[in-house]
């Protein structure tokens, strides 16, 4: 059965940094595309960030700024390093493999100004 295990969120002040982890049980991670995604409440889903097994990255809207995903094909896992971070980015941060398409429960970030 493949899980994927977030940590790494929490509360920051506004303008401070995070970094979230995700780790793959069970899935082939070193060939898989893993992507981060952000909800905010009453919000859309959004795509955060994305990266392919060859490395390639791939940012949403306004994200690449201040977002940085990348991998680590020995752990199973993926990192998003968020700086600068902003209220407006305060959101539930979901983890996603795409083959097969799961996603993880989410870790919570809040920045408070």
């Known amino acids: 059965q493949v899980q994927l295990v977030e940590s790494g969120g929490g509360l920051v002040q506004e303008g401070g940094s995070l970094r979230l982890s995700c780790t793959v049980i069970g899935a082939h991670f070193n060939i898989n595309t893993m992507a981060w995604y952000r909800q905010a409440p009453g919000k859309q889903l959004r795509m955060v960030a994305s990266?392919?097994?060859?490395?390639?990255?791939a940012y949403g809207d306004s994200m690449k700024d201040r977002f940085t995903i990348t991998r680590d094909n020995a752990k199973n896992t993926a990192y998003l390093q968020m700086k600068n971070l902003k209220p407006d980015d305060t959101a539930m941060y979901l983890c996603?493999?795409?083959?097969?398409?799961?996603w993880g429960q989410g870790t919570q970030v809040t920045v408070d100004s």
């Open positions: 990266i392919t097994h060859y490395n390639t990255t």
């Open positions: 996603r493999i795409y083959s097969p398409n799961i």
